[in-house]
């Protein structure tokens, strides 16, 4: 991706920016990779038969390391706007599988497994429908969201930045719009669940 200024958005522009490494600075440390540890093996227990796994929005590459611990040997890709997560993720999935850009202009690759996890929530809602499209296109098998949740759409200040957080029914969306995704599985991770916390 090139300059800030050849954003859509002011959300893009954001994480892209000093926020986004900010972000970087909070999303490290063992408790978080314990979490996430937790959080996927719940919720890909139903997977069967996935050797490959892109994300979008994946930062330093947290989830996709609790992923490679779960699955040694999967293949992984991560998509990052923000060019400092993106030169960690490259230390840690290799330089190869790392697509720096917006979610918004690049092509992911096929893969068994494509995952969103606290990404979606942080982008307007006029793009989520090409954001859908290009997350149903790319997965040969499953697609995992996890965002917070709300029936309605509500807009929530995030970090003291106006229209920086939206929730939603992002997985009822996505499959109103594609009948080809069937539900396998879905469930709630609460902040203050005493072993495994949910985090933002």
Known sequence: MGEANTYKTAQEKLWAGE????????KKGEKLLSSNLAF???FLRQMRGASSCVEFGANIGMNLKALRLLYPHMDVHGIEINGKAAKELSQSIGSENVTLGSILEVDPPKCDLALIKGVLIHMIPDVLG??????????????????YYNPSLVTVKYRGQDD?????DFAGE?????????LVDYGFVYCRDPAFPGTT
């Open 19 to 26: 926020f986004g490494k900010d972000y970087v600075a909070r």
């Open 40 to 42: 996927f093996s719940r």
């Open 130 to 147: 090409s954001v859908y499209e290009k997350m149903v296109n790319c997965t040969r098998r499953y697609l995992l969201v996890a965002e």
């Open 164 to 168: 920086s957080l939206f929730k939603r």
């Open 174 to 182: 996505i499959m109103n719009r594609y009948p080809v995704m069937a």
